[in-house]
């Protein structure tokens, strides 16, 4: 209901344009807040770099927070990470995240981007606390911000900006009426605009997510998506159709598609009855860093890449390292 809401193709929204016109105010004013120093915001020693969007759901944001973390690394620079850590419930703020940090602790998004990067990595509700703990722990080079465009309380070196190329804006509208945190107007002021799937418009660069082997949570076993057969999908993410989307065009026998809320905490229970002995349960990255220590023999996940066109690619990576030097 909420897609056909936001998508504009039910009249609905119009009952929650009044809720609509009151988030954009209160938002509005917020920014104006820090723009004209009526509230302090902070500014960190090292170059932060801030990889938000402008809807609510989905947008591929995380993969691409992983392309740009490892394309610094590769260079030789020491990247931070932080988070809000959505989801987690750590016992304490801020959690600095290491190999032994849970998603229940950290949030889901955190721990795979950790698992992926290795990268020091901080995560707090207010991103000025993540950025202090970070540099007290670590000695970095550059801070990258997984989402908080609106977190004002942070100042910020350069602004990235992830599009979801399908549903771009949806209705336009400001949530609850429609998907939008702030105005598309907002993207006139950022530094870059990079667009997942669908069709880059000008000026903004074209992402894709290239899925890689798909890997057994139980035994790390590697294998072609296209070999499993009997395949139950389930996907826990911000716009689950992408997931089912991607597995229908690589052509992988899918018998049922699961799909579930956004950051989902799962239990063996809730799990184990989805897929029969005969079946695979194939699932994203993202669910599976929540489900390795209860995962069974037929549980298995698809990894995903951001790739960008390798020109774009190297200077967005050059005018980042740019701030750095």
Same mark, same amino acid.
């Given at each position: 209901?909420?897609?056909?809401?936001?998508?504009?193709?039910? *009249?609905? $929204?119009?009952?929650?344009?009044?809720?609509?016109?009151?988030?954009?105010?209160?938002?509005?004013?917020?920014?104006?807040?820090?723009?004209? !120093?009526?509230?302090?915001?902070?500014?960190?020693? %090292?170059?932060?770099?801030?990889?938000? =969007?402008?809807?609510?759901? /989905? =947008?591929?944001?995380?993969?691409?927070?992983?392309?740009?973390?490892?394309?610094?690394?590769?260079?030789?620079?020491?990247? /931070?990470?932080?988070?809000?850590?959505?989801?987690?419930?750590?016992?304490? $703020? *801020?959690?600095?995240?290491?190999?032994?940090?849970?998603?229940?602790?950290?949030?889901?998004?955190?721990?795979?981007?950790? +698992?992926?990067?290795?990268?020091?990595?901080?995560?707090?509700?207010?991103? %000025?606390?993540?950025?202090?703990?970070?540099?007290?722990? @670590?000695?970095?080079?550059?801070?990258?911000?997984?989402?908080?465009? +609106? @977190?004002?309380?942070?100042? &910020?070196?350069?602004?990235?900006?992830?599009?979801?190329?399908?549903?771009?804006?949806?209705?336009?509208?400001?949530? *609850?009426?429609?998907?939008?945190?702030?105005?598309?107007?907002?993207?006139?002021?950022?530094?870059?605009?990079?667009?997942? !799937? /669908?069709?880059?418009?000008?000026?903004?660069?074209? #992402?894709?997510?290239?899925?890689?082997?798909?890997? =057994?949570?139980?035994?790390?076993?590697? &294998? *072609?998506?296209?070999?499993?057969?009997?395949?139950?999908? #389930?996907? /826990?993410?911000?716009?689950?159709?992408?997931?089912?989307?991607?597995?229908?065009?690589?052509?992988?026998?899918?018998?049922?598609?699961?799909?579930?809320?956004?950051?989902?905490? $799962?239990?063996?229970?809730?799990?184990?009855?989805?897929?029969?002995?005969?079946?695979?349960?194939? #699932?994203?990255?993202?669910?599976?860093?929540?489900? &390795?220590?209860?995962?069974?023999?037929?549980?298995?996940?698809?990894?995903?890449?951001?790739?960008?066109?390798?020109?774009?690619?190297?200077?967005?990576?050059? &005018?980042?390292?740019?701030?750095?030097?």
């Amino acid at each position: 209901m909420i897609e056909r809401i936001w998508s504009g193709r039910s *009249p609905l $929204y119009l009952l929650l344009l009044p809720l609509s016109w009151l988030y954009g105010l209160v938002s509005t004013l917020i920014r104006l807040s820090y723009r004209y !120093g009526w509230r302090a915001s902070w500014r960190a020693p %090292v170059p932060v770099v801030v990889v938000g =969007n402008l809807t609510a759901g /989905g =947008n591929g944001k995380t993969p691409l927070v992983i392309w740009l973390v490892q394309q610094l690394q590769q260079q030789g620079y020491r990247v /931070g990470v932080v988070s809000r850590g959505y989801g987690g419930k750590a016992e304490h $703020y *801020p959690l600095l995240v290491g190999p032994e940090t849970t998603s229940e602790q950290a949030g889901d998004e955190p721990v795979l981007i950790y +698992q992926r990067t290795a990268a020091a990595m901080s995560i707090a509700p207010q991103r %000025v606390a993540a950025v202090q703990a970070l540099l007290e722990r @670590h000695q970095v080079d550059i801070v990258i911000t997984d989402d908080g465009l +609106q @977190h004002y309380a942070l100042q &910020r070196d350069f602004e990235l900006v992830v599009i979801d190329g399908v549903r771009r804006f949806g209705n336009g509208w400001w949530l *609850p009426a429609g998907p939008m945190r702030e105005r598309a107007s907002r993207l006139q002021q950022v530094d870059a605009c990079v667009t997942n !799937g /669908g069709t880059a418009q000008p000026g903004e660069i074209a #992402m894709q997510l290239l899925p890689q082997s798909a890997v =057994n949570l139980l035994t790390g076993e590697r &294998r *072609p998506v296209v070999e499993l057969q009997r395949v139950v999908a #389930m996907a /826990g993410i911000g716009h689950p159709a992408r997931f089912f989307t991607t597995l229908a065009q690589l052509a992988v026998n899918v018998e049922q598609q699961v799909p579930f809320a956004d950051h989902q905490a $799962y239990t063996l229970a809730q799990l184990s009855t989805l897929a029969g002995d005969e079946q695979v349960l194939l #699932m994203t990255e993202k669910d599976a860093v929540k489900c &390795r220590t209860f995962a069974q023999a037929n549980w298995w996940y698809l990894p995903v890449d951001a790739q960008l066109p390798v020109a774009q690619g190297e200077r967005l990576v050059q &005018r980042i390292i740019a701030l750095i030097k």
